[in-house]
């Protein structure tokens, strides 16, 4: 108990201070044999599964691009691209051959365009988010949609469906202000291998590129629609969590960037009152969420040893302790909300779009050194999580929530390991003409919980985690959010979109040599399982059917859900353990 109390008083202090932040290492890393590896920012491979690629190039500019694509056509090379910070869980990006092509669009950011006319402004692919931000908003502009993190680029962020919260308007999904695209595909010889092809806001193929994870060619600009600058006025109201279910939809109406973050097993619902106020609207705040802020290497370090430990030992009331002391600091400092950039003095908190809409501090470097990063940098012995993120029709989500409910009744405690990461963050997005985006408007629920270093060692309180899994995707239908979610939730992804069918005729006739697929993209993209080896289950590259999909020795067995009985998931049951011992 003790511990923790200290544990959030470093917290707490480290906080105040001014610290040194370590940058993300760049994805790529070559060492002197020149064979490279792609990385993933979380470590969720690269580190613990490779991926080798022996080309890589970083063109500056859109002929360098061109050029890149025709070197790869000419040669017979496949192409993958990845922009500077590699922050997408699906292995994506990396190229599944030898014979392959990485494009890093990492030195391709320089070119932002704003045409305040038109109100719209065009930017190259490896643009960040924060970047193309501060530019926009130095103009008096405002991006009505981002994704919370600020750590992506342009182009990798609409390849994957990024998007905040709002059902107002285009909605939350940055690919839905998506105004003009140019992509870079394959050519004939006479034509230079590969041609630059510009998409404009009333073609067809527009609905086929903006969410193409990818495959279906290089994207080099993005065009965005902006509107004129505006402020927004924030305030967390931590509640109870009852009538969750229907109180959502109310709630995704009425606030022009609403949320939700649901704490099942503290009974806690967070709203978020979020809506657009005028320039005039006195108020210098920024978003600093928690989260994204850096913390001290010892100190990420120190909570990932208290997580293991609490593992091993399967103590699930220190996870409840620690997650009681996470929501109380949270609601203590309003989740990173500074009324003047410095600190949280009250609500409601009112800043520029641009401070108010994503945030990453972690990633910057500030003034005075301690040395510190973002939790999950995988140089260090940080925070490793998995991270679920599904996306509900309206009409679906509240039985869902239901169904938790049940399942949380039956040992609220079981639900500490999400709630100390950020429960269930509930989003808003509305209907999208991208044929891989969705086509109606949606609720989008994330949750995050511990993953082990080691593939083959089961976590506290799996077989609920599954449970929710297997209900999210398959008893209610919900989509995987592409840059997300472990394999199993992709399985059968092609029959849940409408449109599916019209992406790939668009990829045959751009892409009919199927050069920027991969092994890894089709496992995603095709929805197929995999061979099920011993434990698959464990890492979710499988549903188990039998015990050896998940951890006999270990005392984990496969068996049915508590309230979606059609799920199979692992569980500890000791008893069985001493069954298959005599
Ligand atoms: C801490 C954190 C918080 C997050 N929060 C959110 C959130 O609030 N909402 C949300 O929706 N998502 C969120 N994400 C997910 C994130 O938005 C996506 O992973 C995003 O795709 C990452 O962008 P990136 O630039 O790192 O892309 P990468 O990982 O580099 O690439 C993503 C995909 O796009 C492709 N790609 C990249 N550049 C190009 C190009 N020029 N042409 C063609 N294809 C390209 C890649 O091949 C790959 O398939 C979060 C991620 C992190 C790490
Ligand atoms: C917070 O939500 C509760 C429950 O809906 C409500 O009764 C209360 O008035 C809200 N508080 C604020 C400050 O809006
Ligand atoms: C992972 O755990 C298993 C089982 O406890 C053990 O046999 C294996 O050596 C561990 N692997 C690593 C890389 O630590």
């Known amino acids: 108990m003790y511990y923790f109390w200290f544990l959030l008083g470093l ?34 491979w690269g580190d613990r599964k490779d991926c080798h690629v022996k080309t890589v190039k970083y063109p500056t500019t859109e002929e360098e691009l061109r050029s890149a694509v025709a070197y790869a056509n000419k040669n017979k090379l496949k192409v993958k691209v990845v922009s500077k910070f590699s922050h997408t869980i699906p292995k994506l990006a990396c190229p599944s051959t030898d014979d392959s092509l990485l494009i890093s669009t990492s030195k391709y950011d320089s070119q932002i365009e704003i045409d305040t006319a038109n109100l719209a402004v065009t930017a190259d692919a490896g643009v960040g988010l924060r970047q193309l931000i501060d530019k926009v908003e130095e103009a008096g502009l405002s991006l009505v949609a981002a994704p919370y993190w600020e750590g992506v680029s342009v182009a990798g962020l609409i390849s994957t469906g990024a998007h905040g919260s709002s059902w107002w308007g285009k909605g939350g999904a940055v690919h839905d202000h998506v105004i003009g695209l140019s992509l870079i595909v394959p050519a004939t010889e006479s034509e230079g291998f590969a041609k630059v092809i510009q998409i404009g806001p009333k073609d067809q193929l527009l609905n086929a590129a903006k969410v193409s994870l990818g495959t279906l060619g290089v994207i080099s600009k993005v065009k965005l629609a902006l509107e004129p600058g505006f402020k927004r006025s924030i305030t967390y109201n931590f509640t109870d969590d009852s009538l969750i ?49 850096a913390n001290e290497i010892l100190i990420s370090e120190s909570v990932r040893a208290t997580e293991k430990a609490l593992e091993s030992t399967k103590n699930v009331n220190g996870k409840c302790t620690l997650a009681a002391t996470t929501l109380g600091y949270k609601k203590l400092i309003a989740n990173g909300l500074k009324n003047n950039g410095q600190i949280f ?52 989500f509240g039985d869902f929530i239901k169904d938790v409910k049940k399942l949380r009744d039956i040992n609220p405690d079981n639900f500490c390991g999400i709630d100390l990461y ?52 398959f008893k209610y239908g919900a989509k995987p959010h592409w840059a997300k979610n472990r394999n199993l939730a992709f399985l059968n992804v092609q029959n849940k ?68 009985t059609e799920a199979k998931v692992c569980r500890y049951s000791p008893s069985s353990l001493s069954q298959s011992l005599l």
């Open 497 to 564: 979109y409408p449109n599916y069918g019209k992406f790939v005729a668009a990829k045959k006739q751009l892409d009919p040599q199927n050069m920027f697929s991969s092994e890894w993209s089709d496992q995603i993209l095709l929805g197929k399982e995999g061979p099920k080896s011993e434990g698959c289950a464990l890492e979710g590259l499988c549903i188990c059917s039998e015990d050896r999909h998940c951890s006999p020795s270990k005392g984990y067995f496969c068996k049915q859900g508590l309230v979606y």
């Open 422 to 473: 950020n429960g269930f963050l509930i989003r808003f997005i509305k209907a999208s003409q991208a044929y891989l985006g969705q086509s109606e408007d949606s609720v989008v629920v994330d949750f995050n919980y511990y993953r082990s270093d080691n593939a083959s060692i089961p976590r506290l309180n799996q077989d609920v985690m599954e449970e929710i899994e297997q209900m999210a995707f």
């Open 11 to 44: 917290l707490v202090w480290g906080s105040t201070l001014p610290v040194q932040a370590i940058p993300p290492r760049a994805p790529v890393q070559c060492d002197a044999s020149t064979i490279c590896t792609l990385y993933n920012s979380y470590g969720a």
């Open 245 to 293: 279910e229907t109180k959502f939809i109310e709630h995704g109406k009425k606030y022009e960037f609403g949320d939700i973050a649901w704490y099942p097993s503290k009974h806690t619902a967070v709203y978020r009152y979020d809506s657009r106020v005028s320039m005039d609207t006195p108020g210098d705040g920024i978003n600093d969420f928690l989260g994204f802020q």
């Open 345 to 396: 003095t009250g609500y409601p908190v009112v800043g520029r779009q641009g401070k108010m809409q994503t945030s990453g501090s972690c990633l910057y470097s500030p003034a005075i050194r301690i040395d510190s990063s973002c939790a999950w940098d995988p140089r260090i012995k940080g925070l490793f999580f998995y991270e679920s993120t599904a996306i509900f029709s309206i009409t679906k």
